[in-house]
């Protein structure tokens, strides 16, 4: 009776183990067989109902068949652990036949090409690029710029303020103080930089954005000489025939100013949309420096005399490459700017 017991055992046993198929579902037959309530275990428990003579001999077959399932158990475990194994290291593996992914490249920004092309006009006509703080003393920023501190060109550009001393700068003018305070006569320079100002974002506002400043300082530097350098500045950078008109202006830091616009290189001045009908378009602030910023700087306005001006870089990239919102500079998207 027993051994047959234990055969049906032993054979269910073990064709359920060689069928597991995770240690999961092994760990559940151990449990059927081996457990408090298994099966092998159930016959344990009935020794009571054995000839006190055989107890021994079922004992040593129980303990048998115990140590031979433990074995195939553990067999079968050792099995489902290194196929397990194989299946991970397959998923790990690197084919390094495949073909790389190709990488996106990116595209240089139409400020920064309209920059390079400004950079190069100026470099042509004998400038130098420098560089400035956007950290700036309200000194450099205003003050020395002739404007005051209850000048009403203060509140016209919104200002964030560090502290009381410091702000962002919120023209790249401040860099012609900085060029005359070293004192090296003449200046022949431009700057290009961000500057900050607290605008709304729109389609032509953005708190962030950027300037090329300019200066030329020497003997006899006359306003002729700023309308031929600006001239032929509008000529490189929108075409042979691109005219030029100068409205007067006011300026703190400039004595004549103006702004100057150039023909419309759309219509060439005829009148069209992208003008707005005008035929000229408004591209820059300019003007003789002023004797008293001079001064300031350390420079004898009776022995020296110098011209400025001052480009908004967005202004020239939106109307050289037609973009109609200003925000698309700032977006990055691959996309935009691939297209020029
Ligand atoms: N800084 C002026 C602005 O932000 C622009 C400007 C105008 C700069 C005239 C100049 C200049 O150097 O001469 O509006």
């Known amino acids: ?194 500057v900050y100002r607290a605008d709304e974002v729109d389609a032509t506002h953005s708190p962030v954005f950027h300037q090329v400043e300019g200066l030329v300082i020497d003997e006899n530097v006359s306003f002729a000489d700023l309308k031929g350098t600006l001239a032929e500045f509008a000529k490189e950078l929108f075409g042979e025939d691109t005219k030029v008109k100068f409205r007067p202006h006011h300026f703190p830091f400039t004595e004549p100013s103006a702004e100057m616009d150039v023909s419309c290189f759309k219509c060439g001045g005829k009148g069209c949309r992208f003008c707005k009908g005008e035929g000229w378009i408004e591209i820059l602030g300019c003007g003789m420096v002023h004797p008293h910023v001079l001064e300031m700087s350390h420079i004898d306005p009776l022995k020296y005399k110098g011209f400025a001006f001052g480009v908004g870089l967005e202004r020239i990239a939106l109307l050289k490459y037609e973009i109609d919102d200003m925000r698309l500079m700032y977006e990055n998207d691959i996309r935009f700017l691939k297209q020029f």
């Open 1 to 194: 009776m027993i051994k047959e017991k234990l055969e049906e055992i032993r054979e269910k046993a073990l064709s359920q183990i060689s069928e597991s198929v995770d240690l999961n579902r092994l760990n559940d037959v151990r449990v059927e067989v081996l457990g408090k309530k298994g099966s092998l275990t159930a016959v344990l428990k009935g020794m009571k109902d054995v000839a006190a003579e055989d107890r021994p001999k079922v004992g040593q077959m129980v303990n048998e068949l115990r140590t031979e399932i433990e074995k195939a158990m553990e067999e079968a475990k050792t099995k489902l652990e290194s196929a397990a194994r194989e299946v991970q290291l397959a998923s790990e593996t690197i084919d390094v036949t495949l073909p790389a992914k190709g990488s996106a490249i990116g595209h240089r920004h139409p400020n920064q090409i309209a920059l390079e092309e400004m950079e190069r006009i100026f470099i042509g006509l004998g400038y130098e690029v420098v560089e400035g703080p956007e950290v700036e003393k309200d000194y450099y920023n205003f003050e020395a710029l002739n404007i005051p501190a209850d000048h009403p060109a203060k509140d016209e550009q919104d200002t964030f303020y560090i502290n009381g001393e410091m702000l962002l700068r919120t023209q790249t003018s401040g860099t012609q103080v900085h060029e005359m305070e070293k004192g090296r006569i003449p200046i022949r320079m431009i700057s290009p930089g961000r």
